[in-house]
């Protein structure tokens, strides 16, 4: 039951910019959309989240559209270590009140030199 | 420093046994939670814990059982009624469960399951 949809897989060249699509068309106004990426083996890391606004942090810049119904996210400078699955999520409200991350297969990175 | 530590990274599992995954943080957080991970697959949630003394199923609960007697600990056990059990298994650990922007998930490095 993910709420959001990325392409399975994506390519860059070393040292240029990676732009990640993610669509979440079925996102509620106040629901955040975040970034998490998982190298080969290890544990998500968290990236960036962000509501309405464009973000900026040290590792990347999150851009919203308008409407909500879709995000970048942009790795300014690709490096081979870039290189993993980035998923997009969206905040799923269970039946018990709380909520819960509900990740998708995300979008497999390569980074080639 | 701080984080969340999981043990062991690799663990087997012989038929009919049941084995427990450690998860350790000392961030202070209020909520931990499990989640499994198939080959080519996203991460699927097993149980969470918003509090000490409290947890509740996620969406795959059969087969496992969890506690959180301390704030810092939410051992996960794998039991024999899980039959198939090959994954990897990732802990978190938040601020919170509710609605708010910092529920930011922290994961810990992942345990992997395997059956003898």
């Known amino acids: 039951d993910a709420k959001t949809t990325q392409p399975p897989s994506m390519d860059c060249a070393e040292g240029r910019a990676a732009n990640l699509p993610c669509n979440h068309s079925t996102i509620s106004g106040n629901e955040y959309v975040y970034w998490y990426r998982q190298i080969h083996s290890q544990g998500p890391q968290y990236i960036i989240h962000g509501l309405k606004n464009n973000e900026t942090n040290e590792m990347a810049s999150l851009i919203i559209t308008e409407d909500r119904k879709s995000s970048t996210l942009i790795l300014p400078h690709a490096t081979l270590r870039d290189t993993a699955v980035y998923y997009c999520?969206?905040?799923?409200?269970?039946?018990?009140?709380?909520?819960?991350?509900?990740f998708g297969k995300g979008t497999k990175l390569t980074v080639n030199p | 420093d701080g984080g969340i530590t999981q043990s062991p990274k690799y663990l087997f599992r012989k038929e009919g046994q049941n084995v427990t995954l450690s998860c350790e943080q000392n961030l202070n957080h209020d909520a931990m939670y499990w989640y499994r991970q198939d080959p080519g697959q996203g991460l699927r949630l097993i149980y969470y814990?918003?509090?000490?003394?409290?947890?509740q199923k996620g969406d795959i609960a059969e087969g496992y059982s969890v506690s959180r007697e301390k704030k810092e600990s939410f051992p996960l056990t794998v039991t024999s009624a899980q039959k198939n059990p090959t994954a990897f298994y990732l802990c978190a650990s938040s601020i919170a469960v509710k609605r708010e922007a910092k529920n930011i998930q922290y994961f810990g490095a992942g345990t992997r399951l395997s059956v003898l």
């Open positions: 999520i969206v905040r799923v409200q269970t039946q018990g009140g709380s909520e819960k991350l509900v």
């Open positions: 814990s918003q509090i000490v003394n409290d947890f």
